[in-house]
Structure formats: C-alpha cells, structure tokens
C-alpha cells in the first residue's frame, strides 16, 4: 500500500451527515490527525466551504476531489474535471431516450483532472509547495 511506502497512517473518521463534520474533524485533531482528506460522497458534495472552514479553523492542511474545495480555501483539490463529465451526460440520456438500458451502457472514467492549489492556505499553514508541485497543477489560486 502506498500508505505504509511513505509512512503515513490512514485513519476513516465515522460520519451520518453534515452535522457531524465539525464533531469528527475535532476527533481527529484530538487523536492526532495532521492532515485531512475528502473522500467523494454526496453528504460532501456541496459543503465545500463549510469543510475547508473546518480545516482550517483546526489547522489540518486539506485536499478534496472537487475544485470547489480549493476554491473555498481547502489546500489542494485533484479529480475528475466534472465540467468535462458533465459535458457526456446528454450523449447517455439520448441513448437511454432511445431505449438503452443503462446497466448496459459503458462506464466511463474522466479523461481529464484537475489539480488546484491554494497558495493562500499554504501560506496560513505556513507550508511552501515545491515548484515541482505547482509546475503540475492545472490551476494555482493566489
């Protein structure tokens, strides 16, 4: 596991719903996190600015797979340019509308990523992205 090359100890931190973000990044930061990572989940999705809030209000450098995230002051954000997605829907419901079943259709994985950093959070978090880094990134928020 990738985890264990870099030394780095993974822990999941339960969750109902949003009204228990703030309870489990405080568990977190009580049991030691040094870090936090969002994990795709439609109890997430839309609460991008409450969750990188949350970050860093407990100094947790953060990253997310939505752009939205680092948008909203989360340090870095990397997954699938949902734009681009987005953009296929209609192909699938036209051939659904023309009797497709869609445990049929293929699944597609995105074709494209983004990679968002936040240098306004590193610098709150007094962390400095390696120019590596940043030459990577398909966007870089001053």
Do not use: C, W
């Amino acid at each position: 596991m990738a985890a264990q090359a870099l030394r780095v100890e993974l822990r999941l931190v339960a969750y109902r719903g949003p009204d228990d973000f703030e309870g489990a990044v405080v568990a977190m930061r009580q049991d030691g996190a040094e870090a936090l990572f969002v994990m795709p989940h439609p109890t997430v999705s839309g609460h991008a600015t409450r969750l990188a809030a949350l970050a860093g209000t407990h100094r947790l450098p953060a990253m997310a797979p939505y752009r939205e995230f680092a948008e909203a002051g989360g340090l870095m954000a990397y997954g699938g340019m949902f734009s681009e997605m987005y953009r296929r829907v209609p192909i699938f419901v036209d051939k659904i509308l023309k009797g497709a079943k869609p445990s049929e259709l293929p699944i597609e994985r995105p074709m494209r990523f983004d990679f968002v950093v936040n240098l306004k959070t590193a610098k709150a978090f007094g962390l400095t992205i390696p120019p590596p880094i940043l030459i990577q990134a398909t966007e870089v928020l001053q």
